[in-house]
């Protein structure tokens, strides 16, 4: 008798356990935002420089683990890049896209944007998205799930207080009071974006994403003399880091 009470409470601990694993986070169900905010460089010309990290950044995405269907991409000319389907860079287009997304899922939220920048925000086409407009966009979608949002411009420091919650994780490239780099004619990425690009697949999970991406830029901008570096900005929210998948 007592052999099997020893294997009845063995047995029901080890159904105990099974949900906890199965419930470990994922980013399958993970919904996810990429946006490029504008198509000039900072002299004016045209510019591939935020499609270019728009396109390349939702790809990885899907190769650490979101699924495609919930990996929505913006551009200011949506028409000219119909294999990717992107929606128009818009506040109201995104805010109405991340709520979207953030009903048919029921893990996390990710924000990507990059474009130029400004102490007032953000550009988004011929309107500037600002911080508080932008943590309404991001509470309104996904409310107290775990968010990660990352704005990729000058001056986008600006965010961090807006932005900044338990549940979340914000990353931006520079302080508010500094530009960021890598947006002329001839660039393929803006810096910020191009150590995003290449710390994704090395990185584990978020965290150790955006101090791989905050020591890749201050290399890259000693490394060109940059006399005032553009010290990109992390907030990590007191319950975040237990509530974010790892993908290596």
Not at 21 to 38: K, S, Y
Not at 60 to 86: H, K, T, W
Not at 175 to 182: A, E, M, Y
Request: charged share 20%.
């Amino acid at each position: 008798m007592r052999l099997k009470l020893m294997f009845a409470a063995l047995f029901a601990a080890l159904i105990s356990v099974t949900p906890a694993l199965a419930a470990a986070p994922t980013l399958a169900n993970w919904a996810a935002v990429v946006v490029a905010g504008d198509w000039h460089a900072h002299s004016g010309a045209p510019s591939e420089v935020f499609d270019n990290a728009r396109r390349d950044i939702a790809a990885d995405l899907l190769r650490i683990g979101f699924s495609p269907a919930n990996v929505v991409q913006f551009s200011v000319r949506p028409a000219r890049y119909p294999e990717f389907a992107p929606r128009n860079s818009d506040g109201q287009t995104i805010a109405t896209t991340l709520w979207d997304l953030s009903n048919r899922t029921d893990g996390g939220c990710l924000a990507y944007f990059t474009s130029h920048g400004s102490t007032d925000g953000i550009v988004m086409g011929d309107d500037t998205l600002g911080p508080t407009r932008m943590n309404q966009l991001i509470t309104n979608a996904c409310g107290d799930r775990p968010t990660v949002v990352i704005v990729a411009a000058c001056f986008s420091g600006v965010f961090v207080p807006a932005l900044a919650a338990s549940n979340r994780m914000v990353l931006t490239a520079a302080r508010p009071d500094r530009t960021s780099f890598g947006c002329g004619e001839q660039d393929r990425y803006t810096f910020f974006d191009t150590c995003m690009l290449q710390s994704l697949p090395s990185s584990g999970d978020f965290p150790d994403l955006a101090r791989n991406v905050i020591g890749c830029v201050a290399a890259r901008e000693k490394k060109d003399g940059i006399k005032y570096p553009s010290e990109p900005q992390l907030s990590m929210g007191a319950d975040i880091a237990a509530l974010l998948p790892r993908w290596r």
